[in-house]
């Protein structure tokens, strides 16, 4: 059986949460998460990084952050994960849903003017499989209509992404490239939300502070939460973060083979593949109905190997369809219908994807 996924383990997470142990303090902000915060900032060169407890959570904070408000509107591709919309509607936001592009998953930013009233306050790109949005399209808005950025970058990680908006989301989910089970980031590019970040970040208060040493006692300065993990999830990431990349190396190995053994497949016309590798975080193919996906999905799990599809579109799910005004979003529709994505882990071996491909072409045969 060939797995969607298996999370990857370095060797030495183990190493350090024995050390984390033995230093004795395990609750958020101690040497690790320090460790992966600098590491963050450094290889990145984000004005400041704070590890969060997700993607979701890192989401959350930045709508904290900027005191969005009941009926305060930003705008999301439809065809994303959850987060990128609750984090928000949480606040009493309303979402409103943009297409994608035709030819990729990525927000299509040229029907983007249309959905902005005097109410939106931010836009929210995702980079699908690390691929960037039109960045200059969304700056280009946020500054003719005073809108924030904020990048749903939880796909992204060792990317050149998330330096356009003010703030940036990244997830360390088992599932992405770099994970510690379930962990994020908020990187900060605007300094002078650092302070408030910080605050925010550990409970309302500035603990923060406190323990650099800089004000005598801490205490609740503004509306916070929970946002930052234990040095456990910071010590596992940071074995992770140490490997990143031989990780790296691995996956973009491992998608150029893919890429390679099926593109006489897509050049016959067969599907589509991705044009650009991003930070090979997703290897898709894009069939030419939802039927066929499904009946590949099935071909291929009756072959020992799990395939999935993604992303039902937001505008059409239970909670969502409550903020859509209707507007058909097609390309959103097409990628949830005939998305079909591959096996993709640190194991996966040349000679797995030989018998995935092979399993594939067997199917269009
Ligand atoms: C994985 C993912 C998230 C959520 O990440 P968590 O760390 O699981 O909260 C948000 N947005 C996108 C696009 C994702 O793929």
């Excluded at 309303?94 to 990525?106: E, G």
């Excluded at 949830?336 to 072409?361: D, H, K, W």
Aim: aromatic fraction near 12%; hydrophobic fraction near 40%; proline fraction near 4%.
């Amino acid at each position: 059986m060939i797995p969607f996924n298996k999370p990857y383990i370095t060797g030495k997470e183990t190493d350090y949460i024995n050390e984390a142990v033995a230093l004795g303090r395990l609750s958020a902000g101690g040497i690790f998460t320090k460790k992966c915060e600098h590491f963050l900032e450094e290889r990145f060169g984000f004005a400041r990084c704070f590890l969060t407890t997700s993607c979701t959570s890192a989401l959350e904070m930045a709508a904290m952050i900027y005191e969005f408000k009941a009926g305060d509107e930003i705008i999301i591709p439809s065809y994303t994960f959850v987060s990128t919309a609750s984090s928000f509607a949480r606040a009493g936001m309303t979402v409103r849903f943009a297409d994608s592009l035709p030819d990729h998953p990525n927000i299509d930013c040229s029907r983007l003017e249309e959905i902005i009233t005097p109410r939106t306050k931010a836009i929210i790109p995702v980079h699908y499989g690390g691929v960037s949005c039109d960045m200059p399209a969304i700056k280009n808005l946020a500054a003719k209509y005073n809108l924030h950025i904020i990048e749903d970058a939880a796909h992204s990680i060792n990317t050149p992404l998330g330096h356009t908006g003010e703030m940036s989301c990244f997830s360390f989910h088992e599932t992405k490239n770099i994970h510690c089970g379930e962990g994020g980031m908020l990187a900060i590019n605007d300094p002078s939300l650092i302070e408030r970040a910080e605050n925010i970040w550990y409970k309302g208060t500035n603990r923060t502070a406190f323990e650099r040493g800089e004000i005598p006692r801490y205490e609740w300065v503004l509306k916070g939460s929970a946002f930052a993990p234990s040095e456990i999830s910071a010590a596992f990431l940071y074995a992770q973060l140490e490997a990143i990349d031989d990780i790296q190396y691995k996956r973009n190995f491992l998608w150029k083979k893919y890429y390679e053994y099926l593109l006489p497949l897509a050049r016959k016309g067969l599907f589509l593949l991705p044009e650009e590798i991003g930070n090979s975080h997703i290897f898709y193919l894009i069939c030419h109905s939802g039927n066929e996906r499904n009946k590949l999905i099935k071909h291929l799990s009756l072959k020992g190997i799990l395939a999935v599809f993604h992303y039902q579109s937001l505008h059409r799910s239970l909670y969502g369809s409550r903020f859509h005004d209707g507007r058909q979003l097609p390309n959103a529709g097409h990628f949830s219908n005939c998305l079909v994505r591959l096996p993709l882990f640190y194991e996966l071996t040349e000679t797995g994807i030989e018998y995935i491909t092979g399993s594939i072409t067997q199917f269009y045969s």
